[in-house]
């Protein structure tokens, strides 16, 4: 565990250190995105209701986390094959596992300030008042985990001009497409019915119902769906940093 933890300790250290040159950027960025959802959104609604507010309210964080982990996260993987960092880090004598937390921890801090002012801006745009439950950190870290996960598993799993590709299909199904900012029964029956299976809808409501809990409770089913969609992603990951370079 000593060796894990000082592992993790001087990787988080270099992977800041390599990132610092965008990391501020990115920042910015995901700020300004999360916030511009929430402003942008609502001019598309001429009368925004108590529904539709709390949509964007919470969708917008979502799709931060969205962007961070499967846009932002393949692309910077691409780059990092390309420039033989990829090979360098798995050429390191530390656990593969410490080198993907380290990543993970450096992609969490990038989101997070975009939505903290996603939720600020919110509530006073539209003069919200959420019912938060104390799942909204385990929903928000689980929502982080996935959009991760399986980020960083496509940058590692493909070859970086088809990370990128995939990476801007993901963010143009989950801006557009996907019930984030709006609920699934908008969509085509066959179109809500894949989304029944893909993880967009499922962090979506996560988040939603722990900023603002139904009265029935807090559905386990996200919680569940994500875990999985987590898991899937992270092997992936593990796998081809595992791999002898």
Not at 17 to 24: I, Y
Request: charged share 10%; proline share 7%.
């Amino acid at each position: 565990m000593n060796h894990w933890l000082r592992s993790y300790g001087l990787l988080l250290g270099w992977t800041a250190l390599r990132s610092r040159a965008n990391l501020v950027l990115n920042l910015v960025i995901q700020t300004c995105l999360a916030v511009g959802i929430i402003i942008g959104f609502a001019y598309l609604v001429p009368q925004v209701d108590d529904a539709t507010a709390l949509y964007f309210a919470t969708g917008a964080p979502v799709l931060g986390l969205i962007t961070v982990g499967m846009v932002i996260g393949p692309q910077e993987v691409a780059s990092a094959k390309q420039e033989g960092i990829f090979d360098f880090n798995r050429s390191l004598p530390v656990p593969r596992t410490a080198l993907i937390a380290s990543d993970a921890t450096v992609a969490l801090f990038t989101a997070l300030p975009g939505i903290v002012a996603a939720l600020v801006v919110a509530a006073l745009r539209f003069d919200l008042t959420l019912d938060i439950s104390p799942l909204v950190i385990p929903a928000a870290l689980l929502t982080a985990f996935t959009a991760i996960g399986l980020g960083y598993g496509i940058g590692y799993g493909m070859a970086p001009p088809v990370a990128r590709l995939v990476s801007q299909l993901v963010v143009f199904i989950a801006l557009m497409f996907s019930p984030i900012t709006f609920p699934a029964s908008r969509l085509p029956d066959w179109f809500e019915t894949v989304h029944k299976v893909l993880p967009f809808q499922y962090m979506a409501d996560a988040v939603r119902d722990t900023l603002n809990t139904p009265a029935g409770g807090v559905g386990l089913l996200s919680f569940a769906v994500l875990a999985i969609w987590a898991v899937i992603g992270f092997l992936v990951t593990y796998r081809m940093t595992a791999r002898r370079p």
